[in-house]
């Protein structure tokens, strides 16, 4: 005898999970995102049957979980160890503020090493949710649409950050050796112009063996034992770019604010990394020993503890 309760319930059921699995499957994966003022992009991709997701936040590999809407990342920057969570929310859930437009937002807190705890919120990339006041400005991460998003948006806001173990005109590096890597977006049977902003403050090193324009060294290698390197390496077609070329030796820093256009495969990995090589650094004073802010970049309008490089794109072709 057909035991019709039964099957109701197995179809309801599975009406229920596959609800579910399409909601999940609707909501973004890719995010502007501002942590406690740092900010730039979190992408990800979704399993669905384990609700596990794994992917990019703020140029650092993340993994985690994804169940509803509650969202938790595993973040492990400069030797740290952060939780990301939060809950995503749309017009349904959490619509109180009068100009929300009913795009998706994520609202939460990061924990740091268990201890510390900032706040991070996060806006479905190409949307502002109708908040007149936290739109990503022109240029700053999150400004990407089209094909710029889909072949560079994974570089966008990426830093090379060498922290100072404690402030001071000359410091130990509380990470010598910082090295993030990502993969573009794109038609890997084609190459793309991607047009790059850096801003940061820097010491100089000297390159030798390549081309120099400015502080961006086509090629080449370091010609100093001591100074800090700060490299960009593609992978397809093969290049490699040095950002801060000067004069290894002058103890102060420089703010540098430059653009450059590279050519790049898509589907090719693009490596960031730095080398304090004798363990030290200038520290962020400029000729006059006074600290130099990067206005409009973060910590703006405070000093970065150290010395540190923000790449944003641009335009891609």
């Known amino acids: 005898m057909t035991n019709k309760p039964f099957y109701r319930l197995l179809l309801l059921g599975s009406v229920m999970f596959l609800t579910s699995m399409c909601a999940l499957a609707a909501l973004p994966t890719t995010w502007w995102v501002n942590g406690n003022g740092y900010t730039g992009l979190l992408v990800y991709t979704l399993n669905p049957q384990t609700q596990r997701i794994s992917g990019t936040l703020l140029g650092t590999p993340v993994e985690g979980y994804l169940v509803g809407r509650h969202l938790v990342l595993h973040r492990h920057p400069a030797g740290n160890t952060q939780l990301w969570e939060g809950w995503i929310l749309d017009r349904t859930l959490g619509s109180a503020i009068p100009s929300y437009s009913g795009d998706f937002i994520i609202?939460?807190?990061?924990?740091?090493?268990?201890?510390?705890?900032?706040?991070?919120?996060?806006?479905?990339?190409?949307?502002?949710?109708?908040?007149?006041?936290?739109?990503?400005?022109?240029?700053?991460?999150?400004?990407?649409?089209?094909?710029?998003?889909?072949?560079?948006?994974?570089?966008?806001?990426?830093?090379?950050?060498?922290?100072?173990?404690?402030?001071?005109?000359?410091?130990?590096?509380?990470?010598?050796?910082?090295?993030?890597?990502?993969?573009?977006?794109?038609?890997?049977?084609?190459?793309?112009?991607?047009?790059?902003?850096?801003?940061?403050?820097?010491?100089?090193?000297?390159?030798?063996?390549?081309?120099?324009?400015?502080?961006?060294?086509?090629?080449?290698?370091?010609?100093?034992?001591?100074?800090?390197?700060?490299?960009?390496?593609?992978?397809?077609?093969?290049?490699?770019?040095?950002?801060?070329?000067?004069?290894?030796?002058?103890r102060r820093c420089w703010l540098i604010d430059y653009t450059r256009t590279i050519t790049v495969r898509g589907g090719a990995t693009v490596i960031l990394s730095a080398d304090a090589q004798d363990g030290r650094l200038i520290g962020n004073v400029d000729d006059q020993g006074r600290p130099i802010v990067v206005p409009g970049v973060p910590p703006a309008p405070q000093p970065y503890n150290g010395q540190f490089i923000q790449m944003d794109v641009i335009e891609v072709k």
């Open 107 to 250: 609202a939460g807190t990061i924990s740091v090493n268990g201890d510390q705890v900032y706040p991070w919120f996060g806006i479905e990339q190409g949307k502002n949710a109708g908040f007149t006041m936290g739109q990503p400005p022109s240029g700053a991460p999150g400004g990407l649409t089209g094909q710029a998003q889909v072949v560079a948006g994974t570089l966008h806001g990426l830093r090379w950050e060498m922290p100072c173990q404690v402030k001071g005109a000359t410091c130990n590096a509380a990470v010598p050796r910082p090295v993030k890597s990502t993969i573009l977006g794109g038609d890997p049977n084609r190459t793309y112009q991607v047009t790059l902003r850096f801003r940061g403050v820097v010491e100089q090193q000297s390159y030798a063996g390549g081309q120099q324009d400015g502080l961006w060294y086509t090629g080449g290698r370091s010609a100093d034992g001591n100074y800090n390197i700060y490299k960009l390496e593609i992978t397809s077609p093969p290049q490699t770019y040095f950002l801060n070329a000067g004069r290894a030796g002058i």
